[in-house]
């Protein structure tokens, strides 16, 4: 049976998650309507990153599985069947938080095999989600991370992380810090109704200014881009333009891919929005979860004219910018700066076969 804290009794009605040891209890507030909590105790916090991985970085953490911005073509969702959820509504209402990982996480860095390795946030659920507002668990990662010199990066599509610019501000003084944003859609109902728990895009565009003004290098995530629905040229130019006004120093781009859980309710996204563009899709993604080769190459001829034109030269990929693994700084530097995409020319690359990280 569930908590309900608002009532201060059980629900025999809802489900617990099966299985799932460490399960302290299940919370419903009134503020996050329709929207499950697992508090969960976590035994490790650090996820290591195979050496066969693509990956620009050897560890991940990740305080939340399930997300509550509930965009429909999120990689993730598959991962909630793990726990005996589904992979769509379950995954946007259904969030576990691990509610010790800020400890676990200082616990494992204090260990004196730690190599202060880069550390990525955001990489399988968004850190800054909805649940962050109310359980706060970044300030005691990135402080454990600091207190041990680790680099780190963070992604996320939450303006929640203007919560903690002061704070990563201060820690990038002695350790890098990347922060990187996702921006895919810059149409305001498609936006809403594609990714209806995220902030506005313009509430993201703000977020990269006030981000950039303390200094950092910001990243624009413009992933996906999805066929016949965001890859207009007027479309791109005028998301370009508007992160370059925002202040972001780059721009990476993907296009959409869909793996199994987040095809099927892709798909039938479509089916209710967007029907006619249904066959394509299916013809599109009918062998592979990634976009055909030649829709690639057609995107690439495309936006990287205009990813010159606005400045904003970086790298893409399909599911992460391919840069090399991050590396501590030099003593000597000691100015606050960022660690980020290095400039390269945009490729189209294979994309990576990248296992679920949390």
């Known amino acids: 049976m569930r908590w309900n804290e608002a009532s201060g009794s059980?629900?025999?009605?809802?489900?617990?998650?099966?299985?799932?040891?460490?399960?302290?209890?299940?919370?419903?507030?009134?503020?996050?309507?329709?929207?499950?909590?697992?508090?969960?105790?976590?035994?490790?916090?650090?996820?290591?990153?195979p050496q066969s991985s693509s990956m620009p970085f050897s560890w991940t953490v990740n305080p939340y599985r399930g997300c509550s911005h509930a965009c429909v073509y999120c990689f993730?969702?598959?991962?909630?069947?793990?726990?005996?959820?589904?992979?769509?509504?379950?995954?946007?209402?259904?969030?576990?938080?691990?509610?010790?990982?800020?400890?676990?996480?200082?616990?494992?860095?204090?260990?004196p095999s730690w190599a202060r390795d880069h550390v990525a946030l955001g990489t399988n659920t968004d850190p800054y989600q909805r649940a962050e507002g109310r359980y706060s668990l970044m300030p005691g990662i990135i402080t454990a991370l600091a207190e041990q010199s680790t680099p780190m990066s963070i992604l996320t599509k939450g303006t929640l992380l203007r919560r903690d610019l002061p704070l990563l501000a201060r820690v990038a003084e002695d350790a890098p810090v990347e922060i990187s944003t996702s921006i895919a859609v810059h149409d305001d109902a498609l936006q809403q109704s594609l990714e209806p728990g995220t902030p506005t895009t313009k509430a993201r565009l703000a977020?990269?200014?006030?981000?950039?003004?303390?200094?950092?290098?910001?990243?624009?995530?413009?992933?996906p881009i999805m066929p016949k629905l965001t890859d207009s040229r007027d479309h791109l130019e005028s998301a370009l333009r508007a992160i370059r006004d925002a202040g972001a120093a780059r721009v990476v781009y993907g296009a959409l891919h869909l793996r199994p859980g987040a095809r099927e309710w892709f798909f039938e996204w479509l089916e209710h929005n967007?029907?006619?563009?249904?066959?394509?899709?299916?013809?599109?993604?009918?062998?592979?979860?990634?976009a055909s080769k030649d829709y690639r190459r057609w995107l690439s001829e495309r936006i990287n004219p205009l990813i010159d034109r606005y400045g904003l030269?970086?790298?893409?990929?399909?599911?992460?910018?391919?840069?090399?693994?991050?590396?501590?700084?030099?003593?000597?530097?000691?100015?606050?700066?960022?660690?980020?995409?290095?400039a390269a020319p945009t490729q189209q690359l294979t994309a990576p076969s990248q296992q679920a990280l949390f």
């Open 313 to 342: 030269r970086g790298r893409s990929d399909d599911d992460y910018p391919a840069t090399s693994r991050m590396r501590g700084r030099p003593e000597s530097s000691r100015n606050r700066q960022t660690v980020g995409v290095p």
């Open 274 to 290: 967007r029907p006619e563009l249904l066959p394509r899709y299916r013809r599109m993604y009918a062998g592979s979860s990634y």
């Open 10 to 49: 059980t629900d025999p009605g809802t489900p617990v998650l099966f299985g799932t040891k460490g399960l302290v209890r299940s919370v419903q507030t009134p503020e996050f309507s329709g929207i499950t909590f697992h508090e969960v105790l976590a035994k490790s916090a650090l996820n290591r990153v």
């Open 207 to 223: 977020t990269v200014r006030a981000a950039a003004e303390l200094g950092f290098d910001v990243t624009v995530f413009m992933m």
């Open 76 to 111: 993730a969702r598959n991962t909630h069947r793990y726990l005996d959820l589904d992979s769509g509504t379950d995954f946007d209402r259904q969030v576990v938080v691990k509610i010790n990982i800020a400890d676990v996480l200082a616990a494992e860095l204090a260990r």
